[in-house]
């Protein structure tokens, strides 16, 4: 949910490019580098470790760690974890087919679809084009930020199991003034895609999670990602999260939280293998028309984002990254106790995705595992340096 973080970005940064070697030699090449790279991670502070990696029809998995620390079992092979913000490029993929389809388009305003809900404090729905929150130059404050769930482990365990309407998400963002007009700068706010989400009720007549299951799950077979709703427990088997609140603090348990806090944001659970399978159908074209998926890839500078993420661009719920082979699409994940790294080729060839059960909080080993894992998940698909 949160617009980066260091760690996720350099995973980000390395995860995709092409890769010049041998298909056989590849292959074992893979095989070690993804499982050091996990290991690593694990012995630096990141209690459960899941990597996968795909290249034309070799897919490569890894873990390291424990699925939770009370038990000591190990890790899930493709177990189940919250994707985080990964929903947002889901969510894009909606609108965008209804603009395709003549439903919507992406100079609506705000004020159509949702009359009077972006209002007050220098708000206005009227000046917001739906292009302006697929892309995050809205200005809208982010919402999170006044989540008082987030703020401690005393604060989520008195609110992990609350409802959150989107109405009231929104609400929250509307205290505060906007960070720019719409249209003249980047920052990202998980608001902007609340709001997404009510759009395609309004133009649906459906909740956003119901268009996304019959336009984007069933016609893929992603049979093991959902929007939970309601519901606050990870399917089985799983990972536990674990979430490090202030430097020097101790790690806690926050698997379980009623993911409606996230909703059209970051509120979708999957496992690597559908995850994977996902970003490669939406770069082979399966999921939207090449006009549409020009308007998806056209790009801004992610201005918030430069000294994490140098030359990083962001499009309609996409991010552009520059690599030493040239630039992967991805998107980061982010909610309490998980984070995922995810990035896939132009061609959608090749894909790989990262799922961590810790946040850390600690500086220091956060940045040995940003660096390490840089140069590591930069081998495993660019090949050895």
Request: glycine residues 12%.
């Amino acid at each position: 949910m949160r617009a980066s973080r260091s760690l996720a970005a350099a995973l980000l940064v390395a995860v995709v490019a092409g890769s010049a070697a041998p298909a056989a030699a590849a292959t074992t090449t893979r095989d070690r580098t993804l499982q050091a790279a996990v290991d690593d991670l694990h012995g630096r502070g990141v209690t459960g470790v899941q990597g996968l990696a795909r290249t034309g029809g070799t897919v490569v998995t890894a873990r390291a760690g424990v699925r939770d620390l009370r038990t000591g079992q190990p890790v899930p092979v493709d177990g189940y974890f919250r994707m985080g913000s990964n929903t947002k490029t889901f969510v894009a993929v909606v609108a965008l087919q209804l603009v395709g389809e003549g439903k919507l388009s992406l100079d609506d305003t705000v004020e159509r679809w949702l009359p009077g809900v972006v209002t007050g404090n220098g708000n206005d729905g009227r000046t917001i084009t739906v292009r302006n929150l697929l892309q995050h130059t809205s200005g809208i404050a982010d919402y999170t930020g006044d989540l008082v769930g987030l703020s401690s482990y005393e604060n989520y365990l008195a609110h992990r199991l609350d409802h959150h309407d989107a109405a009231d998400l929104v609400a929250l963002a509307m205290r505060h003034e906007p960070g720019f007009a719409a249209g003249t700068h980047w920052s990202y706010s998980n608001t902007n895609y609340i709001l997404a989400g009510m759009i395609i009720e309004k133009v649906t007549g459906r909740p956003w999670a119901t268009e996304v299951s019959a336009r984007i799950l069933r016609p893929l077979g992603l049979r093991e990602t959902s929007m939970p709703g309601d519901v606050p427990f990870l399917p089985g088997p799983h990972a536990r999260g674990y979430q490090q609140w202030e430097p020097g603090g101790e790690l806690t348990d926050v698997t379980v939280f009623n993911p409606t806090v996230a909703g059209a944001s970051g509120g979708m659970v999957t496992t690597p293998s559908d995850l994977a399978r996902f970003w490669q159908a939406l770069q082979r074209g399966r999921l939207l028309q090449p006009q549409q998926m020009a308007q998806m890839h056209d790009t801004v500078l992610a201005e918030t984002v430069q000294d994490e993420v140098p030359g990083a661009r962001y499009g309609l719920g996409i991010m552009f990254l520059p690599n030493r082979c040239g630039g992967a699409w991805a998107h980061l994940g982010d909610v309490p106790g998980t984070s995922t790294a995810n990035a896939v080729s132009a061609d959608g060839s090749r894909v790989a995705i990262v799922a961590l059960s810790t946040q850390l909080a600690d500086e220091q080993p956060a940045r040995a595992v940003q660096q390490r894992t840089t140069r590591l998940l930069d081998d495993i698909i660019c090949g050895a340096r």
